[in-house]
């Protein structure tokens, strides 16, 4: 997949947490992007099995769609933290980061950003 399509569909996840619904328009807004970008792309992902559209113009993930689009946000979570943490960068401009990043980093890179987090974290707690 596509980092547009790993795009949307963690956009539907978020305004699905946020909102409890979604539409084209609230991604579309979202994102900044045209109506008819959106459409578009939600056709894409409607063929290729990762989203379902409601005669209403609801939108949701399907299974596959959800798993997809949770570990995109995954990836975008740990990767903020990290930034953050590691950087000392503002949250906003760790979030800007992760989001190009979590597109292109190999597993086992994110695997062991992942390691580093939790054994940080477990040596914060026992060394308070």
């Known amino acids: ?6 795009n949307y569909l963690e956009t539907i996840l978020i305004l699905k947490e946020r909102k409890g619904t ?6 579309a807004r979202e994102l ?15 063929e290729d099995g990762f989203i379902e559209m409601e ?10 769609g959800l798993a997809k689009a949770e570990s995109v946000y995954g990836r975008h979570r740990l990767l903020t933290a990290f930034l953050q943490e590691v950087t000392g960068v503002p949250k906003e401009q760790a979030e800007a980061n992760a989001c190009r990043m979590e597109h292109i ?5 994110v695997d062991g950003i992942n390691r580093y ?3 940080r974290e ?5 060394n308070p």
């Open 105 to 109: 980093l190999d597993q086992d890179v």
């Open 117 to 119: 987090m939790i054994e």
């Open 22 to 27: 979604v539409r084209s328009i609230d991604i």
């Open 122 to 126: 477990e040596k914060e707690k026992n």
């Open 1 to 6: 997949m596509h980092e547009s399509g790993e």
């Open 32 to 46: 900044n992007f045209s109506k008819p970008s959106v459409s578009r792309a939600m056709g894409i992902l409607r």
């Open 55 to 64: 005669p209403s113009g609801g939108i949701t993930l399907t299974p596959e």
